[in-house]
């Protein structure tokens, strides 16, 4: 008799669906990533619903990822130009200056009427 009323007990210690959700939503809103995993595991909640709770985890870890990918190629494109002879003389023309330029001062022209 005794270990019927212990095995109720134990079975009666299993958490409501209600009390489940509110510790999901608490441990989302403060505790994400224990929030998804309860979530995942315990709540019967749509599919559309669960991808939209996980599309800010997705969107932290995919816009990294396509920033790096955009700006290695932005350098791979750049790196080309820059180590080809004729890119190297019209670099260094815009910024060869000659010491007679950098002597003279401003220059003012009198126009006469």
Known sequence: MTKNIEEREI???ELSYDTKTLITVITLVTVYPVG??????WMK??????????LPLLAGML?????VVMAGTLF????ENLTKPETIREFRQMIEVTPTEMMAGPSVNIIKK
Do not use: D, S
Request: proline share 7%; net charge positive; hydrophobic share 70%.
């Open 63 to 67: 816009i990294p990822i396509i920033l």
């Open 45 to 54: 909640w749509r599919p559309m619903i669960k991808f939209l709770i996980l």
């Open 11 to 13: 079975n009666n210690c």
């Open 76 to 79: 791979l494109r750049v790196g």
């Open 36 to 41: 998804l995993i309860l979530m995942f595991a």
